[in-house]
């Protein structure tokens, strides 16, 4: 059966401070992966996708970004986090007639 | 891509049946209607996908006009647990790599 892992679960981290969230997929090939992230009482934005190894498009200008070095392994990184990085940041990859599948998902704290 | 708007929140009391409904008056021939439940610190959850009139499975059901300018999720005899944020959305079936957008959701708050 297809799993999603994301890691780790809670992260503070100060401002400045470089990051690295990974995500991985088992049990599919080729999965289409997206990141979102969750400010508190919000909806969930869109922050990157891939279709493909090395194929990311970005929907939200930011100091974020993502890559995706294996076919089933995705990286949401960033050089210097701001306060404004705080948040709930979900890996997700979708298949037919089951919609999206999260991860746990990350609470990233950025004091 | 289809904008959908729902209500905020919803109150409920166990044991009854809860509909949320969604419009999305601009839906395309080929969209699909998603609803998907989040629990606090927790991703969005797969609930039901529909295409046109009635979809049923062991959770929800789904209730779609021939216009499919609305759609109506039915919860049958909430439990406290029910308690979540609903969200509904509109693209293909999963997939595509359609990038969908998750609005704000329905809070929907269960009690004794």
């Known amino acids: 059966s297809q799993t999603i892992h994301q890691w780790p679960a809670t992260l503070v981290q100060p401002v400045g401070s470089p990051l690295s969230l990974e995500c991985t997929v088992e049990?599919?090939?080729?999965?289409?992966l997206y990141w979102y992230r969750q400010a508190a009482g919000r909806g969930l934005q869109l922050l990157f996708y891939?279709?493909?190894?090395?194929?990311i498009s970005s929907e939200v200008p930011q100091n974020l970004s993502a890559s995706r070095p294996q076919d089933r392994q995705f990286i949401l990184s960033s050089k210097k986090l701001l306060l404004s990085d705080s948040g709930f940041y979900l890996c997700a990859w979708d298949r037919e007639n089951y919609g999206y599948t999260f991860g746990s998902g990350t609470r990233l704290t950025v004091v | 891509l289809a904008k959908t708007t729902q209500p905020i929140s919803m109150d409920s009391y166990e044991g009854q049946e809860v509909n949320i409904t969604c419009s999305h008056n601009n839906i395309a021939t080929n969209d699909y209607i998603t609803w998907y439940q989040q629990f606090p610190s927790q991703g969005p959850r797969f609930i039901i996908q529909?295409?046109?009139t009635k979809v049923t499975n062991e959770v929800a059901s789904l209730f779609i006009p021939a216009d499919r300018k609305s759609s109506t999720l039915s919860l049958p005899r909430v439990s406290l647990s029910d308690t979540a944020v609903y969200y509904c959305l509109v693209g293909d079936n999963g997939g595509g790599g359609n990038k969908l957008t998750f609005g704000t959701g329905t809070q929907l708050k269960v009690e004794l």
């Open positions: 529909g295409y046109k």
């Open positions: 891939s279709v493909g190894i090395g194929q």
């Open positions: 049990g599919t090939s080729n999965p289409n």
